[in-house]
């Protein structure tokens, strides 16, 4: 099956710079790679997604990239701000298994 | 347009009781999957209902944990008897397609 790791596990910045999370994945099936931001007592809220097709995808001052030889893809920050803190996961579905497999988890503190 | 529901928000029970969590998913949206968080980890897939059927639920623990979506509304997740290592949380998500949308979860304390 699909194993996705996730680096780092916390990331501290300072408010308006950048931060990047890492993860990689095993099955190369895979196809749809979304991520998550979970805020204290919440539930995790999808933030951006990307497919096999595309390298990359912005959205304001969120990105992903997406590497499908190397088997891994990352999340961009730019210009973090204190409500950026919070808890994000990759993720990684194969086509048509509908489950998603998720990495660990990064705590991200920006600090004002 | 209401998101996914999930009751109760906590629950702490002793070893050996029962405790039956319950999700709405978003409606009109004929898949919903159940999720575990155990301390510190990776969320982890228990299973997954298209409408009322059991697509996938190769992710459940053990027959402690009892899935049902009778009529393909809400979902329960059943789990008997507790033990300690069933402490963490439990998310369940809804989609249409690939676009997974996830409550807010109910942490389970197994004491």
């Known amino acids: 099956g699909e194993n996705v790791e996730q680096h780092p596990s916390t990331l501290s910045v300072q408010e308006g710079d950048s931060a990047v999370i890492k993860c990689t994945y095993s099955?190369?099936?895979?196809?749809?790679f979304p991520w998550y931001k979970q805020e204290l007592g919440k539930g995790p809220q999808l933030i951006i997604d990307i497919r096999s097709n595309v390298g990359e995808k912005k959205d304001q001052r969120i990105a992903v990239t997406l590497n499908k030889t190397a088997k891994h893809f990352s999340l961009h920050i730019t210009e973090t701000q204190p409500e950026d803190s919070a808890v994000y996961f990759c993720?990684?579905?194969?086509?048509?298994?509908?489950?998603?497999?998720f990495g660990s988890g990064t705590k991200l503190n920006v600090k004002p | 347009e209401a998101g996914v529901t999930q009751f109760p928000s906590h629950s702490v029970i002793e070893k050996g009781q029962t405790v039956t969590l319950r999700c709405d998913p978003i409606s009109g949206h004929d898949n919903l999957y159940w999720y575990r968080r155990v301390m510190g980890k990776e969320i982890k897939f228990l299973l997954h209902f298209v409408k009322e059927s059991k697509q996938d639920e190769s992710g459940m623990p053990n027959n402690r944990f009892l899935a049902e979506r009778t009529g393909g509304t809400y979902s329960t997740l059943k789990v008997q008897p507790a033990e300690l290592e069933d402490s963490g949380v439990y998310f369940c998500?809804?989609?249409?397609?690939?676009?997974?949308?996830f409550g807010p979860g109910t942490r389970l304390t197994v004491l």
């Open positions: 099955d190369s099936a895979s196809n749809y």
């Open positions: 998500a809804s989609s249409k397609l690939d676009t997974q949308y």
């Open positions: 993720a990684a579905e194969a086509y048509n298994f509908n489950k998603f497999y």
